[in-house]
């Protein structure tokens, strides 16, 4: 049975930092690829990073490039989201995701995900 825990999440000032952690398990991470979504309210869905199950592919949508760092630890099977320099439009609930593949795909997770954590961004 696949299950993704994310934690992690929380309150912080614009221009802090938080790093947001994935427990997987019924698949291992070196065989698939696993990433990060995000949705505000009254908006829709955001791709926001993917690191293939190789681990040396990384992808990440626009809005985050050069703030956000993704990685994983293949042996305690954890998948993690570094966010640096964050801004109050990064506030959403991060949901971590996979499309069951080895490869990432364009940031699209429609396969199975978790029950998210909440990021908010404020002063």
């Known amino acids: 049975q696949v299950q993704l825990v994310e934690s992690g999440g929380g309150l912080v000032q614009p221009g802090g930092s938080l790093r947001l952690s994935c427990a997987v398990s019924?698949?291992?991470?070196?065989?698939?690829?696993i990433g990060w979504f995000r949705q505000a309210p009254g908006k829709e869905r955001e791709g926001v990073s993917c690191?293939?199950?190789?681990?040396?592919?990384?992808d990440y949508a626009d809005s985050v490039k050069g703030r956000f760092t993704i990685s994983k630890d293949t042996a305690k099977n954890t998948a993690y989201l570094q966010m640096d320099s964050l801004k109050p439009e990064d506030t959403a609930v991060y949901y971590c995701?996979?499309?069951?593949?080895?490869?990432?795909?364009?940031?699209?997770?429609?396969?199975?995900w978790g029950q998210g954590t909440q990021v908010t961004v404020a002063s």
């Open positions: 995701a996979t499309d069951y593949s080895f490869y990432c795909s364009g940031l699209k997770f429609d396969e199975y």
């Open positions: 690191i293939s199950g190789g681990g040396d592919l990384t």
């Open positions: 019924g698949f291992t991470l070196d065989k698939y690829s």
